[in-house]
């Protein structure tokens, strides 16, 4: 796609504030654009490395619980006598802590758990975000457990005598824009960078790509600490708007749910978690907006993603792109592209 | 240039190589022949640092690579072509040449070995824009080995180069090789052709279940009689 027309796309992104009046359709795309970035994020791992992270939530759900810690400021103690705690810090500062916990969280995990690849991967993923959720529930003192956090403050900047609140949907709206298209850049800068090709070289075939020299677990481990800090970053994001967090951030369904836009938009794609994210987020209100009977609804999700997933193997993007590319061949004569099998072991 | 001296590697505790000792001389076509199982897969692997050896030592330039990463012995010059083509099948032509030369950071030169290789290989130039996987297999091989020249190796591994090709392919891939050779780069090569790669090689080292069983050069292992009644059938 030609630079103008992401520009025009975003522009036009950018002014739905000014003529979409209902906050119900704003929230919506609020809470889904949050999603795109932590299933861009994901995107990263289970694209670019070939890595299935089922605990991404669990960076997610860091994310939010540090920003909403160092926001409202806590006090617990360690052992008998030693407290440590800290006075509530200004959301903005809350957030890039959230986004650093985050990243530094997802490197040990990249450091410990990149020894195992594959199957015991996403079993020490799940085990990970599990365990972080049981952290949450029953550390009482810091969390408040299933009571949760609330009264978490929104982002306001402040200059001189000029106070900037994120407390309203349009400026929030703007925010979760602004935060995408960020992540958007850094990924794409990325991925077409020598650590992005090494990255995918590993996916394709690791032996290989460790015979031409790659350093295949640090560049796994940079991916994994990228990836980490902007699902954090997103967390942050969804703390400061729902203004409370509770240990069910942690939910299965949630990286199910980044993991179901990452691939339906096509993996290893810059714009597939986009339109995945788009799809899958805004398809469930459409559907509740049609008043039938949730069960339906649910069902009608279902047949949905099982019919992306059984016609569009590769996803929507990836879809379109070779459709694309064979119509521009076909006036040529040449044969059309076969999708090469995958790399055997 | 390299030695190896009682190479030991295991999987687990299958020993595949059990203290092999042989040496590759500066220039030459060495071939390792023997059966499936023998070890010689592992053998490269264990040089080029894919494989750590359980026991004995690997020395490269005066340089002991024993225990070395993948990364700091391709650094050193010993690139490796592995068995079945390997290439990166959704990178283009182009893509997988680059990842050739990941290491070196001369980009100038770097062109002109680009150039070289399309020069050399005008089917890769063809398509290199294509996507790997869409190549032939042929095709793949030559992409495979192209790649493996973008890192100007001192010594260039090649795992069964033939495995799976046209005869008229193979035939053309053992030039390449012998061609490789005669350019001034050394060649340790792993083949089950047993006939062709002792026509082509100064020197040969056979392998039986792990262990050393016969070398010389490729003239004397050719009329070895148990190597004519095992490999070469008559």
């Given at each position: 796609?030609?630079?103008?027309?992401?520009?025009?796309l975003v522009?036009?992104?950018a002014?739905?504030?000014l003529?979409?009046?209902?906050?119900?359709?704003?929230?919506?795309?609020?809470?889904?654009?949050?999603?795109i970035?932590a299933?861009?994020s994901?995107?990263l791992?289970l694209?670019?490395?070939?890595q299935?992270?089922?605990?991404?939530?669990?960076?997610f759900g860091?994310?939010?619980?540090?920003s909403?810690?160092v926001?409202?400021?806590?006090?617990?103690?360690?052992l008998?006598?030693?407290?440590?705690?800290?006075?509530?810090?200004?959301?903005w500062f809350?957030?890039l802590?959230?986004t650093?916990?985050?990243?530094l969280?997802g490197y040990?995990?990249?450091?410990?758990?990149?020894?195992?690849?594959?199957a015991?991967?996403?079993i020490?993923s799940?085990?990970?975000?599990?365990?972080?959720r049981?952290?949450a529930?029953?550390?009482?003192?810091?969390?408040?457990?299933p009571?949760?956090?609330?009264?978490?403050p929104a982002?306001t900047?402040g200059?001189?005598?000029?106070?900037?609140?994120f407390?309203?949907?349009p400026a929030?709206y703007?925010l979760?824009?602004?935060?995408?298209v960020?992540?958007?850049?850094?990924?794409?800068?990325?991925v077409n960078?020598?650590?992005?090709r090494a990255?995918i070289?590993?996916?394709?075939?690791?032996?290989l790509?460790?015979?031409?020299?790659i350093?295949v677990?640090?560049y796994?481990?940079?991916?994994?600490v990228?990836s980490?800090a902007?699902a954090?970053?997103?967390g942050?994001l969804?703390t400061?708007?729902i203004r409370?967090?509770?240990p069910?951030?942690?939910?299965?369904i949630?990286?199910?749910?980044?993991?179901?836009?990452v691939?339906?938009?096509?993996?290893?794609t810059?714009?597939?978690p986009?339109?995945?994210?788009v799809?899958f987020g805004i398809?469930?209100e459409?559907?509740?907006?049609?008043e039938?009977?949730?069960e339906?609804?649910?069902i009608?999700?279902?047949?949905?993603?099982?019919?992306?997933?059984y016609?569009?193997?590769?996803?929507?993007v990836?879809?379109i792109?070779?459709?694309?590319s064979?119509r521009?061949?076909?006036?040529?004569g040449?044969?059309v592209?076969v999708?090469?099998?995958?790399?055997?072991? | 240039?390299l030695?190896?001296?009682?190479?030991?590697?295991?999987y687990?505790?299958?020993t595949?190589?059990?203290?092999i000792s042989l040496?590759v001389e500066?220039?030459?076509?060495v071939?390792?022949?023997?059966?499936?199982g023998?070890?010689k897969?592992?053998?490269?692997?264990a040089?080029?640092?894919?494989l750590?050896?359980?026991?004995?030592?690997?020395?490269?330039?005066?340089?002991d690579?024993?225990?070395?990463?993948?990364?700091?012995?391709l650094s050193?010059?010993i690139?490796?072509?592995p068995?079945?083509?390997h290439?990166?099948?959704?990178m283009?032509v182009e893509e997988n040449?680059?990842?050739?030369?990941?290491?070196?950071?001369?980009?100038?030169?770097?062109a002109?070995?680009?150039?070289?290789m399309?020069?050399?290989?005008?089917?890769?130039?063809?398509?290199r824009?294509?996507?790997a996987?869409?190549l032939?297999g042929?095709?793949?091989?030559?992409?495979?080995?192209?790649?493996?020249?973008?890192s100007r190796?001192k010594l260039i591994?090649?795992d069964?180069?033939?495995?799976?090709?046209?005869?008229?392919?193979v035939?053309r891939?053992?030039?390449i090789?012998?061609?490789i050779r005669?350019?001034?780069t050394?060649?340790?090569?792993?083949?089950?052709?047993?006939l062709?790669?002792?026509?082509?090689?100064d020197?040969?080292?056979?392998?039986e279940?792990?262990?050393?069983?016969?070398s010389?050069?490729?003239?004397?292992l050719?009329?070895?009689?148990?190597?004519?009644?095992a490999?070469?059938a008559g």
């Amino acid at each position: 796609m030609s630079r103008l027309l992401v520009s025009i796309l975003v522009a036009l992104l950018a002014s739905v504030p000014l003529w979409l009046t209902d906050f119900y359709y704003l929230h919506v795309l609020i809470v889904t654009g949050i999603f795109i970035v932590a299933a861009m994020s994901l995107n990263l791992l289970l694209g670019y490395t070939g890595q299935l992270s089922l605990g991404h939530v669990a960076f997610f759900g860091i994310g939010a619980y540090t920003s909403a810690l160092v926001s409202l400021g806590f006090e617990v103690h360690i052992l008998p006598d030693v407290t440590v705690g800290m006075a509530p810090k200004p959301v903005w500062f809350a957030m890039l802590c959230a986004t650093a916990v985050a990243g530094l969280t997802g490197y040990a995990i990249g450091k410990l758990s990149f020894r195992v690849r594959g199957a015991y991967f996403v079993i020490v993923s799940i085990s990970f975000a599990e365990v972080v959720r049981l952290v949450a529930l029953n550390w009482v003192e810091l969390t408040q457990g299933p009571m949760a956090l609330n009264n978490i403050p929104a982002l306001t900047l402040g200059f001189d005598g000029f106070e900037l609140s994120f407390l309203r949907k349009p400026a929030f709206y703007l925010l979760v824009l602004t935060m995408l298209v960020v992540c958007y850049v850094i990924i794409a800068r990325l991925v077409n960078s020598r650590a992005g090709r090494a990255m995918i070289a590993l996916r394709e075939n690791e032996s290989l790509a460790m015979s031409v020299g790659i350093d295949v677990t640090r560049y796994l481990v940079v991916a994994t600490v990228v990836s980490a800090a902007m699902a954090g970053m997103a967390g942050a994001l969804y703390t400061h708007y729902i203004r409370i967090v509770d240990p069910d951030i942690f939910l299965f369904i949630y990286t199910v749910t980044m993991v179901i836009m990452v691939v339906t938009g096509g993996k290893g794609t810059l714009a597939g978690p986009i339109v995945g994210g788009v799809i899958f987020g805004i398809v469930p209100e459409v559907l509740r907006g049609m008043e039938i009977r949730p069960e339906v609804q649910w069902i009608a999700y279902g047949v949905l993603m099982v019919l992306v997933v059984y016609f569009l193997p590769r996803g929507i993007v990836p879809a379109i792109e070779s459709y694309m590319s064979s119509r521009r061949r076909a006036p040529k004569g040449e044969a059309v592209a076969v999708a090469p099998e995958a790399p055997q072991q | 240039m390299l030695e190896l001296r009682d190479l030991v590697c295991r999987y687990g505790k299958v020993t595949a190589v059990k203290g092999i000792s042989l040496k590759v001389e500066r220039g030459q076509l060495v071939a390792l022949i023997g059966t499936n199982g023998a070890g010689k897969t592992t053998t490269l692997k264990a040089v080029s640092g894919l494989l750590q050896p359980a026991g004995g030592s690997i020395v490269f330039d005066g340089v002991d690579i024993t225990r070395a990463s993948a990364r700091k012995i391709l650094s050193l010059g010993i690139a490796h072509c592995p068995e079945g083509r390997h290439v990166f099948p959704y990178m283009t032509v182009e893509e997988n040449l680059e990842m050739g030369c990941y290491l070196r950071m001369d980009k100038q030169e770097i062109a002109g070995d680009f150039d070289r290789m399309f020069e050399q290989f005008p089917r890769l130039a063809e398509r290199r824009q294509q996507q790997a996987g869409t190549l032939s297999g042929g095709e793949q091989q030559m992409l495979a080995i192209a790649r493996a020249l973008m890192s100007r190796p001192k010594l260039i591994l090649f795992d069964e180069p033939s495995l799976g090709l046209a005869p008229n392919i193979v035939e053309r891939t053992f030039d390449i090789i012998t061609g490789i050779r005669d350019a001034g780069t050394t060649v340790l090569m792993v083949e089950q052709n047993a006939l062709a790669a002792l026509e082509m090689c100064d020197h040969a080292y056979l392998l039986e279940s792990g262990a050393l069983a016969l070398s010389g050069s490729g003239r004397e292992l050719v009329g070895n009689p148990h190597v004519r009644s095992a490999y070469l059938a008559g």
